[in-house]
C-alpha cells in the first residue's frame, strides 16, 4: 500500500513531463508567392441597339439586330454570343409636331480575342450604335489556372523553408498549419478605351487605326500561402564502444 502512494506522484509528474515537450515544438513561418500571366480569351462587351428614325422610315429594333448579327458573322463572331439583357422604349421627338415611341435593347457580346474586339468596334461604327462598352476579360479556365498557382506558392513556401533551415544545419518537417491569404486580390485587366459612347466613335476609329489594335494587359494572378513548419528534430546517431 506504500509503495503504490509513492508511485502514482512518480507516473503523474512523468505524464505531464510528456505533454509538456509535445507542446513546444521549435517550427518555422514562412509565405510563399506565385504569380502567373493569363491572355484573356473570354471578353465581354455590353451593346446598346436602338430603333431609329431615317428619312421618315423607322427602322425596327429586330432589323437592327438582324444587321448586327450579321456583321458579327461575317467578321467570324457566332450571332449565338449576342444575347439580350434588357429592353426598354423611350418617347422621341421625330418631327415638330410629331413623337415616336423608340425600343431599346442591351446585349451583352462574348468574343475570344482582341482582333474581333477591334472588328466589332468598327462593325459599331458602320450600324451606326452608339453606345458600347467593355465590362469584363477573363480566361474559360481561370479556376483551373488558380488552383495550379496556388499549388506553386505551396511549394514556393516549402523551398523557402527549406533553404533558410538549411544555413543553419536544420530540416523542414510536417506542416502545422497552412492557410491561403490574400483570397480574392487578383489584379484586373486593363484596356484602353473601354467604352465608346455617343458622339465618341469618330475618336475611337482613330485610335484604333493608330495602334491597329486593341491592347490588353495580361490578368494577373497572385497566390500567397502561409505555413507554419515544425522544425525536425536530427537524432544524433548512437556510438558504442
Same mark, same amino acid.
Request: net charge positive.
Given at each position: 500500500?506504500?509503495? #503504490?502512494?509513492?508511485?502514482?506522484?512518480?507516473?503523474?509528474? !512523468? &505524464?505531464?513531463? #510528456?505533454?509538456q515537450?509535445?507542446?513546444?515544438?521549435?517550427?518555422?513561418e514562412?509565405?510563399?508567392?506565385?504569380?502567373?500571366?493569363?491572355?484573356?480569351?473570354?471578353?465581354?462587351l455590353?451593346? !446598346?441597339?436602338? %430603333?431609329?428614325?431615317?428619312?421618315?422610315?423607322?427602322?425596327? &429594333?429586330?432589323?437592327?439586330?438582324?444587321?448586327?448579327?450579321?456583321?458579327? %458573322?461575317?467578321?467570324?463572331?457566332?450571332?449565338?454570343?449576342? !444575347?439580350?439583357?434588357?429592353?426598354?422604349?423611350?418617347l422621341?421627338?421625330?418631327?415638330?409636331?410629331s413623337?415616336?415611341?423608340?425600343?431599346?435593347?442591351?446585349?451583352?457580346?462574348?468574343?475570344?480575342?482582341?482582333?474581333?474586339l477591334?472588328?466589332?468596334?468598327?462593325?459599331?461604327?458602320?450600324?451606326?450604335?452608339?453606345? @458600347?462598352?467593355?465590362?469584363?476579360?477573363?480566361?474559360?479556365?481561370?479556376?483551373?489556372?488558380?488552383?495550379?498557382?496556388?499549388?506553386?506558392?505551396?511549394?514556393?513556401?516549402k523551398?523557402?523553408?527549406?533553404?533558410?533551415?538549411?544555413?543553419? +544545419?536544420?530540416? !523542414?518537417?510536417?506542416?502545422?498549419?497552412v492557410?491561403?491569404? +490574400?483570397?480574392?486580390?487578383?489584379?484586373? #485587366?486593363?484596356?484602353?478605351?473601354? @467604352?465608346?459612347?455617343?458622339?465618341?466613335?469618330?475618336?475611337?476609329?482613330t485610335?484604333?487605326?493608330?495602334?491597329?489594335?486593341?491592347? #490588353?494587359?495580361?490578368?494577373m494572378?497572385?497566390?500567397?500561402?502561409? *505555413?507554419k513548419?515544425? &522544425?525536425?528534430?536530427?537524432?544524433?546517431?548512437s *556510438?558504442?564502444?
Open positions: 500500500m506504500k509503495i #503504490f502512494k509513492i508511485l502514482l506522484p512518480l507516473l503523474l509528474i !512523468t &505524464i505531464s513531463g #510528456f505533454s515537450n509535445q507542446h513546444n515544438i521549435s517550427y518555422i514562412v509565405t510563399g508567392t506565385a504569380q502567373r500571366e493569363i491572355v484573356p480569351n473570354r471578353i465581354f455590353d451593346v !446598346t441597339l436602338e %430603333e431609329r428614325i431615317e428619312q421618315g422610315n423607322k427602322i425596327a &429594333i429586330q432589323q437592327v439586330e438582324k444587321n448586327f448579327k450579321n456583321e458579327l %458573322e461575317a467578321c467570324g463572331i457566332s450571332s449565338n454570343n449576342l !444575347t439580350i439583357s434588357d429592353l426598354n422604349a423611350k422621341v421627338k421625330t418631327g415638330w409636331w413623337k415616336e415611341m423608340l425600343a431599346t435593347a442591351n446585349y451583352e457580346l462574348q468574343i475570344n480575342n482582341t482582333q474581333h477591334k472588328d466589332v468596334f468598327e462593325i459599331i461604327e458602320k450600324l451606326k450604335i452608339k453606345n @458600347a462598352r467593355i465590362t469584363k476579360a477573363t480566361h474559360s479556365e481561370i479556376e483551373k489556372l488558380r488552383k495550379e498557382n496556388r499549388v506553386s506558392a505551396i511549394k514556393a513556401a523551398e523557402k523553408a527549406d533553404y533558410l533551415l538549411s544555413a543553419i +544545419g536544420e530540416k !523542414t518537417g510536417k506542416p502545422i498549419i492557410n491561403e491569404i +490574400g483570397v480574392g486580390k487578383e489584379a484586373n #485587366f486593363s484596356v484602353a478605351n473601354v @467604352a465608346y459612347h455617343r458622339n465618341k466613335l469618330s475618336s475611337a476609329k485610335e484604333l487605326s493608330r495602334h491597329g489594335n486593341v491592347q #490588353f494587359k495580361n490578368l494572378i497572385t497566390s500567397s500561402i502561409y *505555413v513548419f515544425e &522544425i525536425k528534430i536530427i537524432e544524433e546517431e *556510438v558504442y564502444f
